[in-house]
């Protein structure tokens, strides 16, 4: 896994129950849904923005949510990105992330933001496409390694309800089957120029075959038609992706749909010449501008600078709307010694739109403990669920849901009981306890 996603993966891992806000079909919260709970208004108000992001509506604005810690202020807006589909961006970074990337501030924000932006382009190709009906690979002996044979071809046999064809392919055509682990049942397309293979699902009758691990797949119909045709291709890239691009000659989108990541400093210039070919695919009906979203979760780390930037973006043309999150109440800006809501500049509060989240009672927190509970396969007995509440209640939500692992382990795996919660409560400190310790240990320290 990239480094990359391996930061993203922690970052989201402890919403992964959240998929959706669980709304009903007039924008009502269900108290329990989609991985949700509770929350009502919040959810409801954040349902709005999402209806009126996807009406391109909302454009120049920000939201904030806030609330007290462990309120489900980052889990509001995964459901928010949930809401949006795969179509819109949604970039979800940390406030203290702007200072400890390798490039400067501006550039790192820049980027970000033209991250957040989509560009989805039409194009008509030559394509073969069908559900893979066999596949075969010729292997031959690596030319330094005597131990390891690699692809030297392949041969696929592509269906669509009309046909079947029988494709024989090059070495970089195998290697790319094998990394992208294309296997029978996997419906496929090629482009026929370039020789690019992109898995765009699984078959419906090849699920009921096996048991895939459907979370990730996407299951579909066998193509009707031939094999080979030409077709509108529709793919979604951001304003970044093609300003990488750019930068770098040469590269193709293909290269890009195949996952690539690399942080440098991107110039002006290409990023004028970017906007310039984009404006003109869109005046040519060939591509449309979608504004995503930014997530700032934790923005009391942002200072003035960042602040000052961000609004200018947002008052340019196009821009995504920035959601921001913070547990701060009043206090000071960062780079400043001005005292406000939030820690935010002024005139960056009057454009947002407010989003509060509350504090939960014990039986909103129960549930939830749950859900994470059940989503991760562990079983809890009732009194160590009891436990865990009230836990919640004196530390915070987000605490009780960490001592779940560790319990779940002390328990062997098989039900947590009341004793290994308390015990984990005891391993593990929470916040609030730890910092008790160290002021008292600080007072046994000696000074000279
Ligand atoms: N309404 C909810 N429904 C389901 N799960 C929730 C809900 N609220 C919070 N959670 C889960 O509880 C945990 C803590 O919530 P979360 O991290 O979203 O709080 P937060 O407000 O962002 O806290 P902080 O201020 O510390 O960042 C997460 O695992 C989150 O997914
Ligand atoms: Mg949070």
């Known amino acids: 896994m990239e480094i990359t996603e391996m930061k993203e993966w922690e970052r989201i891992s402890a919403h992964s129950h959240i998929r959706g806000l669980g ?17 009502v208004e919040a959810r409801e108000a954040a349902g709005i923005v999402v209806r009126m992001i996807k009406e391109g509506k909302f454009a120049g604005n920000a939201v904030l949510i806030a609330g ?10 995964i459901g928010i990105a949930k809401e949006l589909g795969e179509d819109v961006p949604f970039v979800h970074i940390a406030g203290s992330e702007i200072y ?21 382009i039409h194009e008509m190709r030559n394509i073969y496409e069908g559900k893979v009906e066999s596949l075969s690979m010729d292997y031959m002996q690596h030319p330094y390694n005597p131990y390891q044979k690699i692809p030297a071809s392949a041969t696929i046999t592509l269906k669509t309800k009309k046909e079947k064809k029988k494709l024989r392919m090059d070495q970089s055509f195998a290697m790319q089957l094998l990394q992208q682990g294309i296997e029978e049942g996997d419906i496929i397309q090629i482009d026929a120029d370039s020789g690019r293979v992109v898995k765009i699902g699984i078959s419906k009758d090849a699920v009921k075959e096996k048991s895939y691990d459907l979370s990730s797949a996407r299951i ?10 030409e077709k509108e291709f529709v793919y979604t890239l951001t304003l970044n992706d093609l300003d990488v691009m750019q930068s770098r000659s040469g590269m193709d989108i293909a290269s890009l749909i ?5 942080r440098k400093e991107i110039s002006d210039e290409v990023r004028k010449r970017v906007d310039e070919q984009v404006k003109r695919l869109v005046e040519d009906g060939r591509a ?40 701060r109440g009043i206090t000071t800006v960062r780079g400043t010694d001005i005292k406000s809501p939030f820690g935010m500049p002024l005139d960056l509060l009057d454009r947002l739109l407010v989003i509060t989240t509350k504090k939960y009672s014990g039986e909103d927190m129960r549930d ?7 989503k991760e396969g562990m079983k809890i007995a009732e009194d160590a669920l009891n436990r865990l509440v009230e836990i919640g209640q004196k530390a915070s939500l987000r605490y009780a849901i960490q001592l779940l692992a560790p319990a779940w382990e002390l328990a062997g795996k098989s039900e947590i009981k009341k004793g290994h919660v308390d015990r984990v409560y005891n391993l593990f400190s929470d916040v609030k306890r730890s910092v008790e310790y160290l002021r008292k240990m600080e007072e046994e320290m000696i000074y000279d």
């Open 23 to 39: 709304l009903d079909e007039n924008y009502r919260a269900i108290r329990k849904a989609d991985g949700m709970v509770g929350q």
């Open 288 to 327: 449309e501008l979608i504004p995503g979203v930014l997530f700032i979760d934790e923005c009391s780390m942002l200072d003035i600078e960042t602040y000052a930037f961000l609004n200018k973006a947002m008052e340019q043309e196009l821009s995504p709307i920035i959601i921001f999150a913070t547990n």
């Open 220 to 229: 579909l119909d066998i193509p009707d038609g031939n094999v080979l045709k």
């Open 100 to 120: 400890s990337s390798e490039v400067k501030k501006t550039e790192f924000l820049t980027q970000t933001l033209r991250k957040a932006i989509g560009v989805r």
């Open 368 to 374: 939830i403990i749950l859900t994470r509970a059940r």
């Open 258 to 262: 195949f996952g690539f990541s690399e």
């Open 68 to 77: 007290p810690p462990g309120s489900g202020k980052t889990a509001l807006a």
